[in-house]
């Protein structure tokens, strides 16, 4: 069984020490994705005020920019977007969220039948101003 890590500039940097995905066999496991911008850090739909505090943030521009920063890992760790098997979404505001979430998701993944599994966790906070992240698992062809 072979072990392989991947970091990429096409996402952004992961916000501790650990790569953006561990490849075990035909597993791709990816570390927690949220919606910063891999080339300025900012976080879209995020607005602040004079003093820097968040004030408003954009579940829809969020949510969006996280499937475009997993598709990014995925795609550098030449996986596909269909070979997603099970997602695990963490929102800050379940109630407020849910809904807007779940619309975003179905443009996604429009197809039930071949959408991964999905479990949505409502949680206090995450390490940066995000109101969202993603943990992905995905199987892959065979190496050769």
Known sequence: ??????????????????????????????????????????????????????????ITAQAHAVFANVR????????RWEDLVDVTVYLTDMARDFKAYNAV???????????PCRTTLGISALPTPIAIELKCVAAVAPRA
Do not use: C, Q
């Not at 990014?72 to 996986?79: T, Y």
């Open 105 to 115: 998701w179905a443009e996604y993944f429009p197809d039930i039948d071949t959408a």
């Open 1 to 58: 069984m072979s072990d392989s890590t991947v970091r990429t500039g096409a996402a952004p940097k992961p916000v501790g020490a650990y790569p953006h995905t561990r490849r075990v066999g035909d597993l791709l496991f990816l570390s927690g994705i949220g919606p910063r911008d891999a080339a300025t850090d900012a976080i879209p739909g995020n607005r602040y005020d004079a003093d820097g505090r968040l004030v408003a943030y954009d």
């Open 72 to 79: 990014a890992v995925l795609e550098a760790s030449g996986a």
